[in-house]
């Protein structure tokens, strides 16, 4: 339930004349702009949101418990998404639901604890859903973004979490990454239309991206373990490069993978994203312990379009 009572935006940013970000701090403190130089934002958010007043009630209830609204850009959730609600106490109802994520972790206004010219951290509430309170810290130098999250277990019980990272592109971005030999589609039993295709350039993938007719839709999730932590995606002129510590499927739940690639375009209701995931090792946590999970952004501008240059372009980067 949104409040009555207008409020402004509360994005900060750092800016290094080179790399610029935006961080939303009332809407659980993710960033939701990313510019190299005058650029235009290279990550999907809705600007039109930023001012939008703060879910301050972030109760859930039997009418609307599936309402979220999609603010976008980068956000950290929990995994496995299966366990959301089975270790709670709040709502009854929600055991049996996999949807929304953590609210108090999402939707609520971060802290500043520490700001200077080219970092910030910042803390969110304790959330009574998942046990933990997030400190995130974002920093720039030159044409790189550091992320770091770390998540302690603040309630008085053990929990055994992933952290989930998400940054969502456009959705006709061109998105590449380097398969293992465990991957898999999700099954979208009520989907009709077509579905997201990862096609095969070397020991590469990169996503489908036929145009769409005004009725169609584009929906799926790919799952899979990789041989290089990387994920890059191609847009406006740009090349954004995810890079993130690589796990062994041992340590994840059965449910997810170290990187996963969720596509969903549907022009009739104006939808159109591209979801950049990987997570960090499934990991208990006794009260008070923590756990960490860091990744790196590289942006470099390229007119690289078709997709053995822009292979050509992501291995020269990478060397």
């Avoid at 009555?4 to 004349?17: I, M, Q, R």
């Avoid at 239309?193 to 996503?207: C, F, P, R, S, T």
Wanted: hydrophobic content about 35%.
């Amino acid at each position: 339930m949104l409040n009555a009572e207008s409020k402004e935006s509360k994005v900060v940013y750092l800016d290094n004349g080179t790399s610029k970000i935006g961080v939303l701090l009332n809407a659980g403190g993710r960033i939701v702009a990313l510019h190299h130089k005058l650029s235009e934002n290279l990550i999907l958010a809705d600007e039109s949101k930023w001012s939008d007043d703060q879910w301050e009630d972030i109760t859930l209830n039997e009418q609307t418990w599936w309402e979220y609204p999609n603010y976008h850009g980068h956000a950290v959730w929990v995994g496995p998404q299966s366990q959301w609600y089975k270790h709670q106490e709040l709502y009854n109802f929600m055991q049996d639901k996999n949807w929304p994520p953590d609210k108090h972790l999402n939707l609520t206004t971060y802290t500043v604890l520490k700001k200077d010219a080219h970092s910030i951290s910042v803390q969110s509430p304790t959330s009574p859903i998942s046990g933990l309170q997030f400190t995130k810290t974002y920093s720039i130098k030159g044409n790189k973004v550091s992320l770091h999250v770390s998540a302690k277990n603040v309630s008085n019980k053990t929990h055994k979490w992933t952290l989930w990272s998400l940054t969502r592109v456009r959705g006709d971005a061109d998105v590449w990454m380097q398969p293992d030999k465990k991957n898999r589609y999700a099954e979208y039993k009520d989907h009709v239309g077509h579905e997201l295709i990862m096609h095969k350039h070397q020991e590469w993938l990169y996503n489908e991206n036929a145009p769409l007719k005004a009725n169609e839709r584009r929906l799926g999730k790919f799952f899979s373990d990789c041989k290089t932590p990387v994920m890059a995606a191609f847009d406006k002129k740009h090349c954004l490069i995810v890079e993130f510590d690589k796990v062994p499927a041992n340590q994840l739940p059965d449910d997810h993978s170290n990187i996963e690639i969720f596509q969903n375009q549907n022009p009739a209701e104006n939808i159109s994203f591209i979801e950049l995931e990987h997570h960090n090792p499934y990991t208990t946590l006794k009260p008070n312990e923590t756990m960490e999970l860091n990744e790196t952004w590289t942006v470099v501008p390229t007119d690289a379009d078709k997709h053995d240059e822009q292979l050509a372009f992501l291995l020269k980067q990478l060397k």
